[in-house]
């Protein structure tokens, strides 16, 4: 029997101590697990801590880049309207500059008109002079007291063609349509083979296109470009023409007329004018106004 009690009395032991050591093990493993648990949750406050100053640093670069849009966006739209306000500056520039050197063009042609009218009247006088100092003393008038054959009807004749031209031209730079075209139109009847008779059909031409007539303007600058290529307003002409063609809306027949005049007379001022023409074109720019 005190054998049997001295082997049950470790055995005793052991099973007293298996329960506070499994105890003593499992308290150690919830110990572990809320030190875990603990260092997750301030992971996990770091981690929000760290992307709630993220997230508001990327919110302060979003506002500035949005600032900076809007303010690139107010910048474009002020080029946008400086550029628009240069084009519109230059199409009005271009038609006064037009509008220039049609001027210049005329005062040359009337300066021109008047040195010949000067040249005529000191060959007159000369001619004039050479008949008085060869007219014989024989000479004398007839009955009627005049030199004229008896019987011999008046003609009514036109006015020297220089008096014809200059009087025309001052209507036209006076803005007299109405009587500059009839005396271009007179100048042309008697004159036809005038070295100025191809200006006079060009100041036709353009006075129909100042009153809106492009229709006809159209086959009066034509007349210019076939009966007179040669002559120094065949530039115009050819500008004026294209100009008529797309006042008419005739768009395709209009840019071929101003890229023919270019090709004909590439450093001709019309050609850069039309140069010009087709460049607003291009870009959209409203139509031109007539007397461009």
Same mark, same amino acid.
């Given at each position: 029997?005190?054998?049997?009690?001295?082997?049950?009395?470790?055995?005793?032991?052991?099973?007293?101590?298996?329960?506070?050591?499994?105890?003593?093990?499992? !308290?150690?493993?919830?110990?572990?697990?809320?030190?875990?648990?603990?260092?997750?949750?301030?992971?996990?406050?770091?981690?929000?801590? !760290?992307?709630?100053?993220?997230?508001?640093?990327?919110?302060?670069?979003?506002?500035?880049?949005?600032?900076?849009?809007?303010?690139?966006?107010?910048?474009?739209?002020?080029?946008?309207?400086?550029?628009?306000?240069?084009?519109?500056?230059?199409?009005?520039?271009?038609?006064?500059?037009?509008?220039?050197?049609?001027?210049?063009?005329?005062?040359?042609?009337?300066?021109?008109?008047?040195?010949?009218?000067?040249?005529?009247?000191?060959?007159?006088?000369?001619?004039?002079?050479?008949?008085?100092?060869?007219?014989?003393?024989?000479?004398?008038?007839?009955?009627?007291?005049?030199?004229?054959?008896?019987?011999?009807?008046?003609?009514?004749?036109?006015?020297?063609?220089?008096?014809?031209?200059?009087?025309?031209?001052?209507?036209?730079?006076?803005?007299?349509?109405?009587?500059? !075209?009839?005396?271009?139109?007179?100048?042309?009847?008697?004159?036809?083979?005038?070295?100025?008779?191809?200006?006079?059909?060009?100041?036709?031409?353009?006075?129909?296109?100042?009153?809106?007539?492009?229709?006809?303007?159209?086959?009066?600058?034509?007349?210019?470009?076939?009966?007179?290529?040669?002559?120094?307003?065949?530039?115009?002409?050819?500008?004026?023409?294209?100009?008529?063609?797309?006042?008419?809306?005739?768009?395709?027949?209009?840019?071929?007329?101003?890229?023919?005049?270019?090709?004909?007379?590439?450093?001709?001022?019309?050609?850069?004018?039309?140069?010009?023409?087709?460049?607003?074109?291009?870009?959209?720019?409203?139509?031109?106004?007539?007397?461009?």
């Amino acid at each position: 029997m005190r054998i049997r009690h001295f082997v049950l009395t470790p055995a005793l032991v052991i099973l007293t101590l298996l329960p506070a050591h499994s105890a003593f093990a499992v !308290s150690k493993e919830i110990i572990q697990l809320q030190t875990q648990v603990q260092q997750l949750q301030d992971q996990l406050t770091a981690m929000k801590t !760290s992307f709630d100053e993220r997230m508001g640093v990327m919110r302060n670069l979003l506002e500035q880049s949005t600032d900076n849009m809007n303010k690139i966006a107010q910048q474009i739209d002020a080029l946008n309207r400086t550029l628009a306000q240069q084009a519109q500056d230059s199409a009005t520039k271009g038609d006064q500059l037009s509008g220039q050197v049609q001027s210049l063009h005329d005062s040359v042609d009337e300066l021109k008109a008047r040195v010949a009218a000067l040249s005529k009247k000191l060959d007159d006088m000369a001619a004039a002079q050479q008949n008085l100092n060869n007219a014989a003393p024989t000479n004398a008038p007839n009955g009627n007291g005049s030199g004229a054959a008896p019987g011999a009807q008046p003609v009514n004749q036109a006015p020297p063609a220089d008096v014809l031209y200059d009087n025309a031209l001052r209507d036209y730079n006076a803005a007299k349509y109405d009587l500059a !075209s009839g005396e271009f139109s007179d100048f042309l009847k008697f004159y036809s083979d005038n070295d100025r008779a191809g200006n006079a059909q060009f100041y036709i031409a353009d006075i129909e296109y100042r009153q809106g007539n492009f229709d006809a303007a159209v086959k009066d600058y034509d007349k210019v470009l076939e009966q007179y290529p040669g002559g120094n307003k065949a530039p115009a002409a050819q500008l004026k023409k294209g100009f008529a063609l797309l006042e008419l809306g005739q768009r395709e027949a209009g840019v071929r007329e101003l890229h023919a005049l270019i090709n004909r007379y590439p450093r001709s001022v019309e050609a850069q004018q039309a140069r010009d023409r087709l460049a607003r074109l291009s870009g959209g720019t409203k139509k031109g106004k007539p007397g461009e």
